[in-house]
């Protein structure tokens, strides 16, 4: 069973960077894709950014220009470079990996943006 483990989230002051870090246990043999998903109190979880196994990118519209998503193949990890955070992006941050057949997310990191 894969393991996703996430770190580098914590409280900032609005304007300012965090990057997020999701590192799996295992190798990641047959991926279609890595993501960034996100879960505020009392609302749904939403899709943040996504890249495929081919290495094409997709945010959401909240984010485009300000967050960056990349992986490391070598060290099995994906990266979530945020700038310019806002409020809004205050969540619980949660990576997905999908590999065919399985589907594997994180425990979460807080990322807490102060006004």
């Known amino acids: 069973q894969m393991q996703l483990v996430e770190s580098g989230g914590g409280l900032v002051e609005a304007g300012g960077s965090l990057r997020l870090s999701c590192a799996a246990s295992?190798?990641?043999?047959?991926?279609?894709?890595m993501g960034w998903y996100r879960q505020a109190p009392a609302q749904q979880r939403e899709s943040v950014a996504v890249?495929?196994?081919?290495?094409?990118?997709s945010y959401a519209d909240s984010v485009k220009g300000r967050f960056t998503i990349s992986r490391d193949n070598a060290k099995n990890t994906v990266y979530l470079q945020m700038n310019s955070l806002k409020p809004e992006d205050t969540a619980v941050y949660y990576c997905?990996?999908?590999?065919?057949?399985?589907?594997?997310w994180g425990q979460g990191t807080q990322v807490t943006v102060s006004s």
């Open positions: 295992g190798r990641l043999f047959r991926l279609v894709a």
């Open positions: 997905r990996i999908v590999i065919q057949g399985s589907d594997y």
């Open positions: 890249i495929t196994s081919g290495g094409s990118t």
